[in-house]
């Protein structure tokens, strides 16, 4: 098989009925964390099975709820009417058909100032969760979410810290990449892989890829 010629239909994975995309996928494609389209492209189109990976999603949920009940109770002392994770669900199509869904941690809304923090328990912030508050922030005032209509201020919070995105960020380059990579993401034809070793280590596809980089190049060189 050909990276050429591979796609999830060769490898039996159910289609979509319509290409769905999590803006969290989106933001690892945004930020390099994610640079093979074939992954992107096949977790868009297919349904993937889960895999055991040894990561414990229910110490991680208790860890992510603390944090997110404690800074809504923080943001609801400051006058902040708070929305939260289940109620913040929204659905976008895109003009190609493509439906982009989630549901933000929390959007927060005090008179004419709205935020959107997004709570990480993780061991240190990437590029990819910053993105990933960019596109709730670029998307929520587009679906009209609890009827807002203007960019808000994302947040970062993590380990107490918060730090600001400013809605001045969602640029018109910005929506313009999000548009292309979207549409790379939903072309009719599925792009070459482009493995790698440590991209495919956490690759949601690294259990079925005929593709999968598993060992890094390693050598000695007589000029260094």
């Known amino acids: 098989m050909t990276k050429q010629a591979f796609d999830g239909a060769s490898l039996g994975l159910e289609s979509r009925t319509q290409p769905y995309i999590h803006p ?61 994770e289940g109620s913040n669900s929204f659905w976008y199509e895109t003009k190609a058909g493509a439906v982009i869904s989630a549901q933000p941690d929390i959007v927060a809304v005090c008179g004419n100032e709205v935020v959107v923090p997004d709570i990480k328990t993780g061991k240190e912030l990437r590029a990819s969760d910053i993105a990933q508050v960019k596109l709730y922030m670029a998307l929520i005032p587009a679906v009209g979410l609890h009827g807002i209509r203007k960019v808000p201020t994302g947040q970062l919070v993590h380990e ?35 493995p790698s070793v440590l991209e495919c280590r956490w690759c949601p596809l690294s259990h079925l890829c005929p593709f999968k980089a598993e060992d890094l190049h390693k050598g000695t060189g007589g000029w260094l």
């Open 24 to 84: 969290s996928w989106l933001s690892k494609g945004l930020s390099g964390d994610r640079q093979c389209m074939l992954s992107l492209h096949t977790q868009a189109n297919y349904k993937i099975p889960k895999v055991n990976n040894g990561f414990n999603a229910q110490s991680y949920k208790l860890k992510h709820q603390a944090a997110l009940t404690d800074y809504a109770k923080d943001l609801k002392a400051d006058g902040y009417t708070v929305h939260t």
């Open 160 to 194: 107490g810290e918060v730090s600001e995105i400013p809605a001045t960020n969602i640029t018109d380059e910005f929506k313009q990449q999000v548009a292309e990579l979207v549409k790379s993401m939903t072309a009719k034809d599925a792009p070459t892989a482009t």
